[in-house]
């Protein structure tokens, strides 16, 4: 059964950056995509970023284009998000998922999941 763990998140100030860790535990991250997704308060969970098994192709939101940066060490069993210019609004607890397949596909082919990090964003 993989594991993923976040790290990273915490309180920063509007304009400020962070960036968010996963690490997976197993065999299984090299030859999977991951995603980032998150849920703010009241709200559902939304997707923000996606990348295939290589690191060759990457996916965003609209929301986050230009702002945030999805990669993966595969070394490391570890996927990153960088999030720069932040917002008040992407408040919200992010979490790391792994898809079934190798390649970016569907959200819904995300189905193993991380329990989340509290990332918060001050006016």
């Known amino acids: 059964q993989v594991q993923l763990v976040e790290s990273g998140g915490g309180l ?5 950056s962070l960036k968010l860790s996963c690490v997976a535990s197993g065999n299984t991250f090299n030859n999977r995509a991951m995603a980032w997704f998150r849920q703010p308060p009241g709200q559902d969970r939304e997707f923000l970023s996606a990348i295939n098994w290589s ?3 990457t996916y965003y939101a609209d929301s986050v284009k230009g702002r945030f940066t999805i990669s993966r060490e595969n070394a490391k069993n570890t996927l990153y998000l960088q999030m720069d210019s ?5 408040t919200a607890i992010y979490y ?6 190798n390649t970016v596909v569907a959200t819904e082919d995300f189905e193993t999941w991380g329990q989340g990090t509290q990332v918060t964003v001050s006016s």
């Open 86 to 90: 932040l917002r008040p609004e992407d």
């Open 55 to 57: 690191g060759g192709k």
């Open 12 to 16: 920063v100030q509007a304009g400020g």
């Open 96 to 101: 790391c998922a792994m898809s079934t397949y």
